[in-house]
C-alpha cells in the first residue's frame, strides 16, 4: 500500500516550490517508515500550467509547478484546512513583500548586466571601429607602395633601383609612422600580441627609414633602398588584410596561409637587406662626422655613430632571433588550434 511522504511547499508570484523528503527517489522512494511506494495529491487553490518540472537527489524530490496568472496564493490548496503531510518549507518562505523585493533585486542585477554588457559592446565596436580604419590604411598605403615599385620596375627596369627613396619615401614615412599605434595597441591591450617584438620591429624598421636612409642624402641612390623597401611592402600586404577580415570575424584560408608562411622566407632577408644599408652607411658615417658624440676639450676628439652601427648589426640579428622565435610560435598556435576545430 502506497504511503504519503512529507511535502514542505513555498510560493513566489509565479511558481509553486515542493520540496518532498524522500531518499533514493529514482529507484523507490525511503521515507519515515522506510522503502517504500509513496504518493501524494494536492488540489490547488487556482489553476496551474500542466508542465511541471522534477529533479531527483539522494535526498530530496525537489518539484516546480507554473502558476497559470502571476499572483499571490493566500494558501497552496483548495481546503482551508491543509494536509497533515504539508508544511511550510521555510527555507524557500517568503512573504509577499520580501517576494516583490526578490523581484526588484533580480530586475536590478538584470539591469546593470544588461548595462554593463551595452557598455562593453559599445567600446567593442569603437575598438573594432578604429582597428579597421587602422588596418584598412596601412594595407592601402603598403598596396600603394608595392604595386607602385613593381609597375617601376617592369616600365624602368634596372634603372627604378636608384631612385626609389624620391618616389617612394614619403609613403613609406607615413605608413612607418603609423606604425608606432601598434606598439600601443599592443600595450594597452587592444590587440592580443607581444609588446616586445612589436616594438622591436617598430623601432627597427623606423631606425633604418629614418636615420639611415632619411639622414644621409648619399643613401638616397643605393639598390638597397629598394630591396628594403619591397621586402617590407610585401609582408605587410597579407599582413594588415588578414588583420582587417579578422575585424569582421572573417577568415579567407589562402591569405591566413600566407600572412603565417610567407615572413619565413621574406623576414631574414629583410633583416639581410637592412644589415647591407647599415654596412653601407657606415664609412659614410665617418666622413661626414655626423651624428658623433663630442668629448671634452681635453681629450680633443669624439666617438664615431659607426661604434653603435657596429652594435646595432648585433642587436639586428638579436631581434631577428627574437621575433622569428615569436611568428613561429604563432604560425605553431594558429595551425595547430585550426587542426582541433577541424578533428
Not at 508544511?87 to 523581484?103: H, Q, T, V
Not at 569582421?248 to 631574414?268: A, G, M, Q, S, V
Not at 644589415?275 to 655626423?290: G, H, R
Amino acid at each position: 500500500m502506497a504511503l504519503t511522504p512529507l511535502v514542505y511547499w513555498a510560493q513566489r508570484h509565479e511558481e509553486i516550490y515542493l520540496r518532498v523528503e524522500l531518499t533514493d527517489a529514482q529507484v523507490r522512494g525511503r521515507g519515515a517508515k522506510g522503502q517504500n511506494d509513496y504518493k501524494f495529491s494536492l488540489e490547488f487553490l487556482l489553476p496551474v500550467k500542466s508542465e511541471v518540472s522534477h529533479k531527483s537527489t539522494q535526498r530530496q524530490v525537489n518539484i516546480t509547478v507554473q502558476k497559470l496568472q502571476r499572483g499571490w496564493w493566500e494558501r497552496l490548496t483548495v481546503q482551508e484546512r491543509k494536509p497533515i503531510f504539508l508544511a511550510p518549507d521555510f527555507d524557500r518562505w517568503l512573504d509577499e513583500s520580501d517576494a516583490e523585493m526578490e523581484i526588484r533585486e533580480k530586475e536590478e542585477k538584470r539591469n546593470k548586466l544588461k548595462a554593463s554588457r551595452y557598455k562593453e559592446e559599445g567600446f567593442i565596436s569603437l575598438k573594432t571601429g578604429f582597428l579597421i580604419i587602422y588596418n584598412l590604411v596601412q594595407f592601402l598605403g603598403f598596396s600603394w607602395i608595392f604595386i607602385n615599385m613593381t609597375v617601376r620596375l617592369f616600365i624602368f627596369g634596372q634603372d627604378s633601383l636608384y631612385d626609389t627613396f624620391h618616389t617612394i619615401s614619403d609613403m613609406m614615412f607615413f605608413c612607418q609612422i603609423l606604425a608606432a599605434v601598434e606598439v600601443l595597441n599592443a600595450a594597452f591591450g587592444v590587440v592580443r600580441t607581444g609588446v616586445i617584438p612589436t616594438l622591436i620591429q617598430v623601432v627597427g624598421r623606423n631606425f633604418i627609414l629614418f636615420i639611415i636612409f632619411g639622414s644621409l642624402e648619399e643613401m638616397h641612390h643605393k639598390p638597397v633602398v629598394f630591396f628594403v623597401f619591397y621586402l617590407w611592402s610585401t609582408i605587410e600586404i597579407f599582413r594588415y588584410p588578414f588583420y582587417l577580415l579578422c575585424c569582421f570575424n572573417t577568415e579567407w584560408k589562402t591569405l591566413t596561409w600566407l600572412r603565417y608562411t610567407i615572413w619565413i622566407p621574406l623576414y631574414p632577408l629583410g633583416v639581410l637587406a637592412e644589415a647591407v644599408a647599415v654596412i653601407q652607411s657606415i664609412p659614410i658615417f665617418d666622413e661626414t662626422k655626423l651624428f658623433n658624440i663630442p668629448l671634452p676639450k681635453a681629450i680633443g676628439t669624439s666617438i664615431s655613430f659607426s661604434y653603435f652601427l657596429h652594435f646595432y648589426l648585433v642587436l639586428m640579428f638579436l631581434g631577428l632571433i627574437i621575433n622569428f622565435h615569436h611568428l613561429y610560435k604563432q604560425r605553431k598556435r594558429r595551425f595547430r588550434t585550426k587542426k582541433r576545430k577541424a578533428n
